[in-house]
């Protein structure tokens, strides 16, 4: 079906017409959301872009270098800190804090990725989740970072207001458009690295790393690259993500991030970048909408709270959200390995060899 | 002083490498690591406080019943989440036990509420004992000291003499052959899983009645043993509680000289000692097949 004639073919960042088609419907309809949607969605919308963004970045690790990641709340949080930090302290505009933040925390990904070339699986698990503690910690007991009690975040000024170009960004609805332009530029980026020589590296460290290191393959360049790239989309992301929220403090940034960090990019599929979109907007309106509010949930919800009722607490019922996170994990790996993106790829087998 | 750091030190230590075998014997028979682990030996807990709270149970009916409970909710996990997953990488297996660790500590806030309460064993902050000077040693290190002996004696005994150890021991080296020879592995699976989970549950219950009860107070003593074991190689067990000694005394003589550092000391030490030696101490170092 999906035959590849030669290697332009290959690398180009459309695979056929209907996809660029549907991109660019995809890109529209993104564009003009904010006009048919409540208000309040706005703000789930751009928490949901802001882990689009990481999701993608942790997926360019997890599923495409194979490597594991439980600490990229660490990243997340250098990112949000970095970024409110500049702005504060420095008077950095925007659109230099930001990627600045990111390079930072580039760096230390770069750092974490050297212990990560001796080790693997287990041993990889503890070395970064041991990393985004030491990360939340270490901003939890520093005072410039606001310790324990958090801070807020800088106003979103994409103007240089030392010159006296100023231009505040306020509601969520302008927010939303600078978000959805940043994820639209990362997410390319993140298809673009995935075509070239350094993404095909990648996938051959994931395959097999002595096979990869055979055939030519630096493991040390290219393992350091991938913790580096994508804590740089961890860094982007977080930076947004502080000012989506306006307030936040070191606990935000727990191991428990971490691990719905890693649920969006399995649930979505490794691998796939259209997985990670999908697996990151159904965990994060599930995780801020759905199951927030599951007792006036249609059903379910009255369903719930006469079983809180009868054998547990009412008052833990927003526990909820928890197991039902659980078991989608659990369920995904069961019955669907290859997530969401695995999902759509049998719908989209099933149609094209439909009546077969 | 320093004999009484050096007593603490030890005692937590053990406390930690107790709770680390739990780890390492499910990843010796099922190369997963139990990410859950904290959280099954934390439901568990839940159930003995709630025995003594509501039905107020002697201690010793709440242990039993609630060894039990771990040993059942443990051979559950794995036939129920593990057992039906076909072929699951290492990243597979590793989310399933996320997910199971979310599920049960939602589950544990649902029934329990997230305050914290207190739990108490018989062995007390509060006796305390002074053999030489200036070293104050409780009945809580003693009962510390003397469960990690007994538990470390038993197994070594189980696995040594009776034939469901042996047959573990088997299903450890070589999967196949043990099939070959007539074992059910999914069954010694279960059993591995029921067993660590045991060993989980007694090791919280000296954690709960050391910090507090709540839905997430094993996270912390979790991590620490995830690191001890790591420390001893993840493979054996007198490594394990070697490795979680020396993290106990790192632990507490950094504590005293750095408060503020201590809860990621373990973690600086986890990472240098993993960047010289990359499966652990007292692992032998595999090569890996291609």
Redesign the interface.
Known sequence: MDMKRDYYEDVELFSSGVVLFWSVAFMVFLFTLPIYMPNYYIYLLNIIIVNVILAVGLNIL?GYTGQ?SLGHAGFFAIGAYGTAFLMTYFHIPFVLALPLAAFIAAFFGFILG??AL??E???L???T???G??IM??IG?WDIFGGRMGIHAPPLDLGVPEIGISWVLESDISMYYLILIIAVIMVVGARNIMKTRVGRAFVAIRD?D??AEVMGVNLTIYKTLAFAISAFYAGIAGGLFGFVCGFFDPFTFN??LS?IF??MV?VGG?GSILGSIMGATLITYLQYDLLKNVSEAPYLGDFLVSI?KR???V????????????????G???FE?LGMYGIWIRIKKYWMTWPF | MIGQLIVEGLAIGACYGFFAIAFVII?KTSEV?NFAQGEMAMLSTFVAYHILTYYHAPFWLAFIITMVFAVLLGAFIEFA?LR???D?????????T?????????????????EQKAFDIPMSFQVTHEPLKGMIINDWDIGVFIAAGCIMVLLYLFFRYTKLGVAMKATQQNQNAAKIMGIKVERVFSFAWGLSSLIGAVAAMFFASRATLD?NFM?EPF?RA??AA?LGG?MSIPGVIIGGELLGLIENFFGYAWP??K??V???V??LV??IR???LFAKHYV?K?
Do not use: D, Q
């Open positions: 997890v594991i050297l212990p001796r080790l699986g287990p041993y698990a503890i070395a989740l041991g990393f503690l030491t910690h270490v007991r097999s002595i096979a191991f428990i691990i890693l649920v399995v490794l809180s054998w547990l607490t008052v833990g019922l927003e526990n909820f959200g928890s197991i039902a996170l659980g078991l989608i994990m659990i995904i790996i069961v390995p | 990843y690591i989440f039906p997953a076909k699951p990488t290492v990243l597979g297996l590793l989310v399933i996320l997910g199971a660790e979310m599920l049960l500590m939602g589950l544990a806030g649902w029934k329990w509420g997230a839905p996270m991590m995830f690191a790591v993840l503020e550092w809860p990621i373990a973690f600086i986890i990472v993993l960047c990359p499966s652990g890996k291609v």
